[in-house]
């Protein structure tokens, strides 16, 4: 008998890693520290969370980096095989496959995903995103569409009913026209493998509502969050769906309160890889839809520090007093990220997790 996805298991708020896929994983930075990406220390750091029990491990999508001195982001392990190697060296945690929706096609990403599925036997997911930056698609001869999500409803809808479908079937839609459709085998998890999505915008949203399990979603402040998860419950009520909605956070924990926010000043504004923040933030204000558009002059740290995500910044107590208060605005969870996930993790995990099942926010 499969045992249920992790995201399904029973703590109150889940934690996940993210981006260690990627140089430098969501920070811009050039301390000599920063996160370089390389197999091994992929599987040192999936092995440091399998062991502690975290829920999940969610790569980024990303084809071109964003320039400046470390070139930041252009290297990348791409995620379907990425998942496939390190779900052959775990035990427990769900293996996220993101991916673009416009660039892969639905057949080659129904095969490759139920092969991780049953590599992991069940603890496959899929993040799906249909791309935000013009360059990378280019690469491809791909033009951005007005209209991502409602190519993203098809190639969902076909994955579907590839898995489920015991004959060929056709299929002809507005972005698809397809002839036989087959594909086995079908994944261990059904109707399909767990699903998330990171869209801000109404559309992205209401396509999460009806085709996601996770939307994740990013907020300013902590209380600004609870408008965000109203949105997204009222959005996913609509179609008599329940999405669990988390957020992404950069980390710095340390000892003391000073010693983490120095830290976090160093390696996001001493140090920060400044050409690369610039072209990064620029490119998301442009055309993405991903933050609050104050966000972007209001927060450049953040940009630097994890891509504009929230800060969890200070001591074990101080960074579990913010998750309690994330999770009381109704977030199921959160992705996280560091300057490092080999030398971070092991301190987070040995020091946070205890103190977040006191404060009953976890019970493994």
């Known amino acids: 008998m499969v045992k249920p996805h992790p995201l399904k298991g029973p703590n109150r708020f889940k934690l996940g890693v993210f981006s260690a896929n990627a140089d430098g994983g969501l920070a811009i930075t050039d301390v000599s520290e920063r996160w370089r990406a390389r197999w091994d220390d992929n599987l040192n750091a999936v092995g440091i969370a399998d062991r502690a029990g975290l829920e999940f491990f969610l790569p980024i999508a990303r084809w071109k980096g964003f320039g400046g001195k470390n070139r930041v982001r252009e290297w990348s392990f791409e995620t379907f095989t990425w998942a496939a190697g ?31 599925d049953h590599i992991s036997k069940g603890r496959a997911g899929l993040n799906l995103v249909c791309g935000w930056n013009p360059q ?38 507005e972005y698809y026209d397809l002839k036989g459709v087959v594909s086995r085998p079908a994944s261990v ?12 915008g109404g559309p992205g949203r209401d396509f999460a ?8 979603s990013t907020f300013t402040d902590i209380e600004d969050g609870r408008r965000h998860v109203a949105d997204i419950r009222e959005r996913s009520a609509k179609v008599g769906r329940e ?13 003391t309160q000073k010693e983490a926010e120095d830290y976090y ?8 890889d400044h050409a690369a923040v610039d072209a990064h933030m620029a490119g998301k204000k442009e055309f993405s839809n991903s933050h609050d558009k104050n966000s972007y002059d209001l927060y450049r740290q953040r940009f630097a520090g994890g891509a504009g995500s929230f800060p969890l910044v200070g001591t074990p107590e101080k960074i579990v007093e913010d998750m309690v208060r994330i999770s009381a ?28 099942r006191q404060a009953g926010l976890r019970v493994s």
Not at 333 to 353: H, K, M, S
């Open 86 to 116: 390190l779900a052959s060296a775990t035990e427990r945690i769900g293996l996220f496959m993101t991916v673009h929706v416009p660039i892969v096609h639905p057949l080659y990403a129904a095969k490759a995903l139920a092969t991780v």
């Open 136 to 173: 990378e698609f280019a690469m491809f001869g791909v033009a951005l569409g007005e209209k991502g999500y409602v190519q993203a409803a098809e190639w969902v809808e076909i994955i579907e009913r590839a898995y489920s479908s015991n004959e060929p079937f056709d299929f002809k839609g």
């Open 189 to 200: 998890q059904v109707p399909r493998p767990v699903t998330m999505n990171a869209a801000f």
């Open 209 to 216: 509502a009806q085709h996601c399990d996770y939307l994740f």
């Open 243 to 255: 999405v669990g909605i988390y957020t992404v956070c950069h980390v710095v924990c340390r000892e």
């Open 265 to 272: 000043t160093r390696y996001a504004v001493t140090e920060a």
């Open 329 to 356: 605005e109704g977030y199921a969870g959160a992705a996280l990220t560091f300057v490092n996930y080999t030398y971070e993790l092991p301190f987070f995990c040995d020091r946070v997790l205890p103190l977040m």
